[in-house]
């Protein structure tokens, strides 16, 4: 079951990361001017619910019936995102 959730968080990674960091420096060019790596912290729990959706909502619909079928729900796998989400945005501000 864990290495179905890191091949379903594997195609997460890289593009939380980018749309994160793109918070991160948003951030920086607000009024409030935020610190990239605190924005990019807060980017964190925000960009891995919005990329999740867009990519196997919008994008990879029916890869949720290969996870289905092993035993893992559309719950079990957004709380996964989440938490995985949580944990390395939470590390990201404790650092900043």
Known sequence: MFSLIIAFQRKLV???????V???????FM???TPIDQGTGFGYFLAGPITHYFIYELR???EY???FNKGLS???LYCSTCTLNILIGG???SYA
């Not at 890289?14 to 994160?20: E, K, R």
């Not at 793109?22 to 920086?28: K, L, M, V, W």
């Open 14 to 20: 890289i593009p939380t990361f980018c749309l994160a």
């Open 22 to 28: 793109g918070i991160g420096i948003a951030g920086y």
């Open 31 to 33: 009024v409030w001017s």
């Open 60 to 62: 990879n619909e029916n």
């Open 65 to 67: 019936y290969f996870y």
């Open 74 to 76: 559309k719950t079990i």
């Open 91 to 93: 590390l990201t501000l």
